[in-house]
């Protein structure tokens, strides 16, 4: 939405010579970030700008622009709460603290919308899904080879892996639900080394990423999640794995399906209910796989002292779920605002525990339930964790009073 106002330039001084230009988008991504909706941010930043250039102030300090950003904000019923995160904001972009966010789990449980609202919300476009990682993949290797369903498979010392179906991954044909298991663990690790570049890529450069698909797995990524390297990176990174009631993954399910039933094996192409429950079992045969890689502590993929701490906010009615879940030993629930994203411990930190000798760090992974019912509640809930790991980031490096 432009304006007039947009014409005006007016400057922002940061101290001594240097200064930026204000722009209407940025402050309003910035205040999608401090967990205002979209069209108030976008009203507050024309509201705003709107005041600056009648009152002709086009040369302000920061602070005089936040005290205006939190006059503005008050009068559209956002106070202190909201308030105290902008210069959380600020001091994480100034700093180019990098963020990586992992997005894992089975497929149709909503996590690419879940990844875009909340990359919306942190104010990012790095969005990457696993299934372009494989197109990628593919291309790299100039095609896949269908007849290969072994994982790490070499001809003439080029690598193959099973080639992928255009229409979907999930609507692959075979002859047994081992073969397609098969086929999906060789196609999540084709993608292992690009999973590697943008992660790298993203703590290197400061940036944020954030990294979903069901072909994701968080085991073999766990080196990211040791407070060691966070610590030794100046990084933070959050690991997610959603899951969906039954309810609504048949939900995600039909509508998947009901435009694609021509590209079904053909015992499911004239019976939608066959069709859904063929679809269910591959869904739930991969959350088993993805179940093990968590519970294998000795595999070469570097799974084990895997914590998963399930999160269920305050309006999905989802605590009975979560409880349910979490029976293994291995697991804890928690709402919400209880939840803790322990952040790595800085080296000079008298809080930083020491594990004895051979002991294995466990990382917390945070499970997370998106329900049709309450499609909004993940995403929110996901921004509050993460935006509490970025203000305790910024504790430990004094930055934040």
Known sequence: MSSKYDRVKVRVHLGGEHYYTLSRFTLSKMLTFCKLPVTVAVKVSLDLKKLLVDQEK?????????????LMMAQYGYGEAHAKLFPVITRFYVERVPLVILIAGSGYCGKTAIAHSLGSKLNTHNVVSTEVLLEIASSIYNGFSASSLSTGSHVAGQAFWPQPEE????????????????TWCAWSEAIFP????????????GKVLILEGSLLNLAAHR??????????????????YVTSDDASCRFFVERFLSSRYAFLPSPYRSDGAAAVAWMMQRLKAVAEVQNQWFADRGSGSGGGGMERCWICGERSGNSKLAQTSACDGKEMCVR?????????????????????EGAEETVHVHFVNCSVETPLETSDVMQELVLERIMLELRQRKSLL
Not at 223 to 234: A, I, V
């Open 336 to 356: 919400g605002a209880e939840a803790s994203l322990s952040p790595p411990p800085s080296a000079t930190s008298s809080s930083a525990v020491e594990l004895p």
């Open 167 to 182: 229409k979907s991954l999930w609507l692959r044909e075979t002859e047994t639900e081992e073969e397609f298991v098969s």
């Open 223 to 240: 080196p990211y999640l040791l407070r060691e390297f966070q610590r030794r990176h100046g990084a933070i990174v959050v690991a997610f």
């Open 194 to 205: 690009l999973v590697e570049e943008e992660l790298n890529k993203a703590v290197t450069e």
């Open 58 to 70: 086009l040369d302000i300090s920061q602070a005089e622009l936040e005290a205006a950003t939190f």
